[in-house]
């Protein structure tokens, strides 16, 4: 089991972090929740931690916390989120305005939310910073929805695209450039390509536990947020309905392709063959205010999208045959 900090502990090596900020508690394995409960309640006390859960599934996890930690007293001294994305965006704004630790235990891979320091709130990002535990019990995870892992492993891989566009177009970005932050988003999305995913959770998590920490060396989401992340939110203003993590790998490899990528075909490959669409079907008004608009959800960062615009962008993506005007 993973440990503690000021080094972070595997077994009995320690990982120096030079000062970067890290993970005070992280650990992925089987079996783990109980455990960890036992070992939160010996460094925060009993009844001193307020728990948050979802409605059904994740309602179980959160009462056997609750079982061995106790209900929140008149003292706080952490706020930890058992569930999904909106849980535990939840407890990071909380913990925020409470200014006390963090602790996510994810019962979904649906993306790097789970380990990052951003939190969304009405499609809006604000970076609050990185949690102080990320607990992922596997045991959990293997029970969640087959959406959930496809949608992690989409947020995972678009790193490839966040971070390629990131190191080609740093200059023109009003974000400072992270040489590290970019390189271990690569390195993140890169170790679980080609690898089935619903066989590699660990891999998965660790993955996307990774993609967390690469935006709180970098001080922003630059590293695990591009021109494809742009693509998604605009889908979500505009009402698509789809899945996150599914949109933003859906368009990863339009943009790979577009920044000069040459393994752009076999991202794409591995993409459908674990699952996701070849195409999305669209009316010619509704995709041109798709593409035309993605731009204006982070004003702030210069991508490819701009560099070449928004139509020429639309004609590539019909040319692939990701995009098929109905």
Not at 183 to 209: M, Q, R, T, V, Y
Not at 299 to 304: D, G, M, N, Q, S
């Amino acid at each position: 089991m993973g440990g503690f900090l000021d080094g972070f502990e595997v077994g009995s090596k320690e990982i120096v972090t030079d000062g970067v900020k890290f993970y005070k508690i992280v650990d992925v394995g089987f079996g783990i929740l109980e455990e960890w409960a036992y070992r939160l309640r010996d460094i925060f006390g009993k009844n001193s931690c307020l728990i948050l859960h979802g409605k059904s599934f994740s309602r179980q996890y959160g009462e056997i916390l609750k079982g061995i930690l106790g209900n929140a007293g008149d003292v706080l001294r952490c706020i930890i989120s058992v569930g999904g994305g909106s849980v535990i965006d939840r407890g990071k704004f909380l913990s925020k305005e409470l200014g006390l630790p963090f602790i996510s235990i994810p019962t979904l891979l649906s993306s790097d939310g789970i380990a990052s320091p951003v939190g969304v709130k009405n499609h809006k990002s604000e970076f609050i910073g990185l949690p102080y535990g990320v607990i992922v019990d596997i045991s959990i995870i293997s029970e969640a929805p087959e959406w959930s892992i496809l949608a992690g492993t989409g947020d995972l891989i678009s790193n490839l695209s966040a971070s390629i566009d990131w190191d080609k177009f740093k200059d023109k970005s009003s974000e400072p450039y992270s040489f590290l932050a970019s390189l271990i988003s690569k390195s993140s999305a890169l170790s679980i390509l080609d690898l089935n995913p619903f066989e590699n959770l660990e891999i998965l998590a660790w993955g996307l536990i990774l993609s967390g920490w690469a935006m709180e060396i970098s001080g922003s989401s630059r590293p695990a947020s591009g021109p494809e992340h742009k693509m998604s939110h605009s889908l979500d203003i505009l009402g698509f309905g789809g899945k996150h993590g599914i949109q933003v790998g859906f368009f990863t490899p339009l943009f790979l392709k577009l920044n000069g990528y040459k393994d752009w075909e076999r991202v794409r490959k591995y993409l459908i063959g674990i699952g996701f669409p070849e195409s999305i079907e669209m009316k010619e008004d509704f995709v041109k205010m798709v593409f035309s608009k993605a731009s204006f959800t982070r004003p702030h960062r210069w991508t490819v999208l701009e560099e070449l615009g928004w139509e020429k962008v639309l004609n590539e993506a019909v040319d692939m045959g990701l995009i098929k005007i109905a």
